[in-house]
């Protein structure tokens, strides 16, 4: 997995997985993380660094869906399959 920064300041921000889902963790306390979710999608996200947010109040990260490295994964050959017509495992 590797870590999406923050385009201003370089935080650390959100992870993603190989498969396209992003991974975020917040939070203190030893073992244990009180804020952990997995996102798909296209997100915007501001800075978690109080510094940054200040200077910056404007400012969003944009993650996109697909990755600016991977042209188009197949967008077009099947716009009309949705997550429903095949979950059930
Ligand atoms: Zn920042």
Redesign the pocket.
């Known amino acids: 997995m590797g870590f999406y920064t923050?385009s201003?300041?370089?935080?650390k921000l959100i992870r993603r997985k190989h498969n396209g889902l992003w991974v975020f963790r917040f939070g203190r306390g030893g073992d244990f993380t009180p804020v952990e979710m997995l996102i798909f999608g296209h997100i915007k996200m501001r800075?978690i660094?109080r510094r940054?947010?200040k200077e910056?109040p404007d400012h969003w990260n944009e993650f996109t869906l697909f990755p600016k490295s991977v042209k188009t994964i197949g967008q077009k050959s099947n716009d009309n399959e949705d997550d429903s017509s095949e979950s059930g495992e």
């Open positions: 923050c201003i300041c370089g935080k800075c660094r940054c947010r910056n």
